[in-house]
């Protein structure tokens, strides 16, 4: 598309390999590599207290970010500038297909970039609204072309009743009146005419956040900003405290409405599941809701040993006998009587064998 090369930068996340039937939503970054150890600096804790799912990184790299990152030819700020129309074709056609080609991705796609990036990505929000699902842009230089794209992007958005996608921008210490820089004040000026507009007039479904960091220098604010459009696009992705005490529907119930909110399938993973399983069956003595996750956990992983043999004892515990002699019997067909579990799973099966048969 460019007639050049460029490269990728992808980062796989953590165990990528050994969940084989793990897919994952893709966050493109602008300016590769930069802010590839930013990004999964930030996401590592927040995934690890279950703040944020599991992604692939994407970083782009680009030969002339005045080129590639402006939408038009403004001579005045670039001489080689307005490219931004075939750099976001060639990341369409060319990149989004590698990686869903060669890697597992979800249909679930963010973009991210800094100043000019950030100016591409604003400019994509309207341009290329099918493209991506979430759009961080961070201290945009929406100074380009007499605010040509803040202009663009609140006309595109006044004819909208309805956009499910997520916008996030921010500013730093732009537009201060000590900073004294035209550029800066235009920047400024661009994200209060998107705020004003938005604030006015939101279509269904954009959730949208701008934040003023007047303290920051440009340079920060793709530091700062990050964590905070991480939080904006996942506000609530971890299962509330109040869903596991209620049990396993209202579990099934928080991720069918973060399904219905990213549009695409979004399962508890199988150690949230027998968690909770573990938990029911041990802390609340309560086998009947134990069993629901261990079903649910079993779709996903059938042929686990551990999990059926929870399940099996939580049968017993609920008095469930019949089922937990099947569940047992299956266990044993799988192992093979050279396992050292064969002969304890056999003496429980001889043991509800003769229960059953007196009731």
Request: glycine share 6%.
């Amino acid at each position: 598309m460019l007639n050049e090369q460029l490269s990728l930068f992808i980062q796989l996340p953590l165990y990528y390999h050994k969940n084989a039937d793990y897919a994952y939503p893709v966050l493109y970054l602008l300016d590769a590599p930069v802010g590839i150890t930013l990004n999964s600096g930030i996401l590592d804790p927040l995934i690890g207290y279950n703040n944020a799912p599991q992604m692939i990184i994407v970083g782009v790299s680009t030969n002339d970010r005045d080129r590639d990152f402006t939408p038009t030819n403004d001579r005045k700020c670039a001489e080689n500038s307005g490219g931004a129309g075939a750099y976001l074709k060639f990341i369409e056609t060319e990149v989004i297909p590698y990686v869903d080609a060669n890697f597992r991705t979800e249909d679930y796609r963010i973009f991210s970039g800094h100043s000019f990036g950030g100016l591409l990505v604003a400019h994509a929000f309207y341009s290329a609204p099918d493209l991506f699902d979430a759009y961080f842009a961070f201290s945009p230089s929406l100074f380009w072309d007499e605010k040509l794209v803040a202009k663009s992007l609140v006309s595109f958005t006044a004819k909208q009743q309805s956009n499910h996608s997520v916008l996030y921008l921010n500013i730093g210490n732009e537009g201060n009146a000590e900073v004294k820089s035209p550029e800066g004040k235009a920047m400024l000026e661009g994200i209060k005419f998107i705020d004003s507009a938005l604030s006015q007039h939101t279509p269904k479904g954009l959730r949208y956040k701008i934040d003023y960091f007047s303290q920051e220098p440009h340079q920060v604010t793709q530091i700062i900003g990050t964590y905070h459009a991480f939080r904006h696009l996942y506000p609530s992705w971890d299962v509330p405290y109040e869903a596991y005490l209620s049990g396993y529907d209202a579990v099934a119930a928080h991720f069918a409405s973060l399904s219905e909110l990213y549009g695409y399938h979004i399962v508890a993973k199988d150690w949230q599941l027998s968690d909770a399983a573990l938990y029911e069956l041990h802390e609340r003595n309560n086998p009947s809701e134990a069993i629901k996750y261990l079903h649910a956990v079993l779709e996903q992983r059938p042929e686990n040993i551990e999990y059926m043999l929870t399940l099996a004892l939580a049968y017993e515990k609920s008095d469930a006998l019949s089922e937990a002699f099947n569940t047992l019997n299956k266990i044993n067909g799988q192992i093979g009587e050279e396992d050292e579990m064969y002969t304890d799973i056999a003496a429980r099966i001889s043991r509800i064998s003769k229960l059953l048969s007196k009731n």
